[in-house]
C-alpha cells in the first residue's frame, strides 16, 4: 500500500510516539475503519496451490501478526520483528535455530531466574553451555568472546532485579569483532530508552507481556533484527515449532503500542519521585534505581518476616509477579521470580533474601507514596 510505503520511508523522521500510532496500525483497505480488524482465523483460501494473498495457516501468519511485528520493528528502527507466545518459547526459539549441541552462551551475572533455570536445566541436557560474567570486566569479557565455543552474548539491561545496566556499545563491539551473536533483552528499558540495534546488537528481546502490553492481559514475546538471516532461522523455527502467539494476543499488543510513549513518560517520572523519597527514608537500607524508568528495587532496614508483611499490607502496589503495567505491583524475587535459582547463586549476585522489587504504575505518585509510607509508619 502507498501509506504503509509512505510510513516506511518517513519513519527515520518520525519521533516514537508517532511512529506507535501509525506503523502497522493502518486502516482497513476494505472498509476504511481506522483500526484493523481481528483476524480470528484459522486458514486462508488459496486462488491456486501457493498463490495467496500472503497468508496461508494462521500458525505461520496472520494479519494481526503482521501488524504488531511491523510497528515493533519500526520502533527499534529496523526491519524485521517476531511476536511469540511467551519470552520461555522466545528464548528457546533463539537457542534452538542458532546454536547446536557443544555452543556456549555468555550471559550477564544478573540473569533473569526463569531464563537462568532454562539454560540451566533444559539446554544443558542439549550440551549447550552456559556462563554467567561480569560484562564490565573488558579484559574479562574479552578473553571469553576469543573462546571458540562461545557462539552467543546475551544481556539484560537494565538487569532484573538488581538493575544493573551495562554499557552496550562497547561490549557489542567485542561481540561484534569476535562474531559472537549478541542478543539484548531490552524489557525494561523498552524503545522508549533505549534502541540496542542502533549500537549494533543482532537481536533485541521483548516481553510483550510488560511495558509493550502494559494492561496485564497478554502473554508474550518478541525478537527484532535486522540480519535477514537471522530472521529467516527464526521465523522458520517459530512456525516449525508452532510458537506463534493468537491473533487476539497480537490485537491487544498493537492496541497497546499507540500509548506507550505517553505511559513511559509517566512511569519514568514517578520512577523518579518514588526512587529518591525511598532513598531518604529512615528505614530503608538500599535502593536500586537506573535513573530512568518505573522499576525500582529495594531493601528496608526490617527483618524479613517485617518486610514481607509490609508488601503483603499495601492497598495500591499489587502483591503479584510481572511488572509494566499501568498498575503498580510488588514482589519478593527471593520468592518468587527468582526462586528458582540457588540460595547461594542468588546471594553470589547480590539479590537478597530482603530485596524487594517494585513496578510503579501510572497512578498518582502522592496515592503510591501514601501507601508506601502508610505500611512503613507502622512498623518505625
Given at each position: 500500500?502507498?501509506?504503509s510505503?509512505?510510513l516506511?520511508?518517513?519513519?527515520i523522521?518520525?519521533?516514537?510516539?508517532?511512529?506507535s500510532?501509525?506503523?502497522?496500525?493502518q486502516?482497513?483497505?476494505?472498509?476504511?475503519?481506522?483500526?484493523?480488524?481481528?483476524?480470528?482465523?484459522?486458514?486462508?483460501?488459496?486462488?491456486r496451490?501457493g498463490?495467496?494473498?500472503?497468508?496461508?495457516?494462521?500458525?505461520?501468519?496472520n494479519p494481526?501478526?503482521?501488524?504488531?511485528?511491523?510497528?515493533?520493528?519500526?520502533?527499534?528502527q529496523?526491519?524485521?520483528?517476531?511476536?511469540?507466545?511467551?519470552?520461555?518459547?522466545?528464548?528457546?526459539t533463539?537457542i534452538?535455530?542458532?546454536?547446536?549441541?557443544?555452543?556456549?552462551?555468555?550471559?550477564?551475572?544478573?540473569?533473569?531466574?526463569?531464563?537462568?533455570?532454562m539454560?540451566?536445566?533444559?539446554?544443558?541436557?542439549?550440551?549447550?553451555?552456559?556462563?554467567?560474567?561480569?560484562l564490565?570486566?573488558?579484559?574479562?569479557?574479552?578473553?571469553?568472546?576469543?573462546?571458540s565455543?562461545?557462539?552467543?552474548?546475551?544481556?539484560?539491561?537494565?538487569?532484573?532485579?538488581l538493575l544493573?545496566?551495562?554499557?552496550?556499545?562497547?561490549?557489542?563491539?567485542?561481540?561484534?569483532?569476535?562474531?559472537?551473536?549478541?542478543v539484548v533483552?531490552?524489557?525494561f528499558?523498552t524503545?522508549?530508552?533505549q534502541?540496542?540495534?542502533?549500537?549494533?546488537?543482532?537481536?533485541?528481546?521483548?516481553?510483550t507481556?510488560?511495558?509493550?502490553?502494559?494492561?496485564?492481559d497478554?502473554?508474550?514475546?518478541?525478537?527484532?533484527?535486522?540480519?535477514?538471516k537471522?530472521?529467516?532461522?527464526?521465523?522458520?523455527?517459530?512456525?516449525?515449532?508452532?510458537?506463534?502467539?493468537?491473533?487476539?494476543?497480537?490485537?491487544?499488543?498493537?492496541?497497546?503500542?499507540?500509548?506507550?510513549?505517553?505511559?513511559?513518560?509517566?512511569?519514568?517520572?514517578?520512577?523518579?519521585?518514588?526512587s529518591?523519597?525511598?532513598?531518604?527514608?529512615?528505614?530503608?537500607?538500599q535502593?536500586?534505581?537506573?535513573?530512568?524508568?518505573?522499576?525500582?528495587s529495594?531493601?528496608?532496614?526490617?527483618?524479613?518476616?517485617?518486610?514481607?508483611d509490609?508488601?503483603s499490607?499495601?492497598?495500591?502496589?499489587?502483591?503479584?509477579?510481572?511488572?509494566?503495567?499501568?498498575?503498580?505491583?510488588?514482589?519478593?524475587?527471593?520468592?518468587?521470580?527468582?526462586?528458582?535459582?540457588?540460595?547461594?547463586?542468588?546471594?553470589?549476585?547480590?539479590?537478597?533474601?530482603?530485596?524487594?522489587?517494585?513496578?510503579?504504575?501510572?497512578?498518582?505518585?502522592?496515592?503510591?507514596?501514601?501507601?508506601?509510607?502508610?505500611q512503613?509508619h507502622?512498623?518505625?
Amino acid at each position: 500500500m502507498l501509506e504503509s510505503f509512505f510510513l516506511y520511508v518517513y519513519n527515520i523522521f518520525m519521533k516514537l510516539s508517532t511512529t506507535s500510532i501509525h506503523v502497522g496500525q493502518q486502516a482497513d483497505p476494505s472498509t476504511g475503519a481506522i483500526i484493523p480488524p481481528l483476524y480470528l482465523r484459522s486458514t486462508y483460501v488459496q486462488e491456486r496451490p501457493g498463490i495467496h494473498k500472503g497468508y496461508e495457516y494462521t500458525r505461520s501468519g496472520n494479519p494481526n501478526f503482521t501488524n504488531a511485528e511491523q510497528t515493533l520493528a519500526a520502533l527499534e528502527q529496523w526491519s524485521y520483528g517476531l511476536i511469540y507466545n511467551s519470552g520461555l518459547w522466545a528464548t528457546n526459539t533463539v537457542i534452538l535455530s542458532l546454536l547446536q549441541s557443544g555452543d556456549k552462551v555468555l550471559a550477564i551475572d544478573d540473569v533473569y531466574g526463569w531464563t537462568f533455570r532454562m539454560f540451566s536445566d533444559v539446554f544443558s541436557k542439549f550440551g549447550i553451555e552456559f556462563e554467567q560474567i561480569d560484562l564490565s570486566k573488558e579484559n574479562l569479557l574479552s578473553a571469553k568472546l576469543q573462546e571458540s565455543n562461545v557462539k552467543l552474548l546475551r544481556i539484560e539491561s537494565p538487569t532484573n532485579p538488581l538493575l544493573k545496566t551495562t554499557d552496550l556499545e562497547p561490549v557489542l563491539a567485542l561481540a561484534k569483532q569476535q562474531d559472537v551473536i549478541s542478543v539484548v533483552d531490552n524489557t525494561f528499558a523498552t524503545p522508549y530508552f533505549q534502541q540496542p540495534l542502533s549500537m549494533w546488537a543482532d537481536i533485541v528481546l521483548h516481553s510483550t507481556t510488560k511495558y509493550l502490553g502494559g494492561h496485564s492481559d497478554i502473554i508474550g514475546w518478541a525478537t527484532i533484527t535486522n540480519d535477514e538471516k537471522i530472521f529467516d532461522a527464526l521465523s522458520y523455527h517459530r512456525n516449525a515449532a508452532g510458537l506463534n502467539p493468537n491473533p487476539f494476543d497480537a490485537r491487544l499488543l498493537s492496541r497497546s503500542l499507540k500509548t506507550l510513549s505517553v505511559r513511559m513518560k509517566q512511569h519514568d517520572e514517578n520512577g523518579r519521585i518514588l526512587s529518591q523519597r525511598l532513598r531518604n527514608h529512615d528505614l530503608v537500607k538500599q535502593v536500586y534505581y537506573p535513573w530512568f524508568g518505573g522499576m525500582v528495587s529495594v531493601e528496608f532496614s526490617l527483618s524479613l518476616e517485617e518486610t514481607i508483611d509490609v508488601i503483603s499490607n499495601l492497598q495500591l502496589f499489587r502483591l503479584a509477579e510481572s511488572l509494566g503495567w499501568v498498575e503498580s505491583l510488588i514482589e519478593h524475587p527471593a520468592s518468587m521470580t527468582h526462586a528458582s535459582i540457588p540460595k547461594a547463586t542468588r546471594e553470589s549476585q547480590w539479590l537478597t533474601d530482603g530485596l524487594v522489587r517494585i513496578s510503579i504504575g501510572i497512578e498518582d505518585v502522592e496515592d503510591l507514596w501514601s501507601d508506601l509510607e502508610i505500611q512503613l509508619h507502622l512498623r518505625s
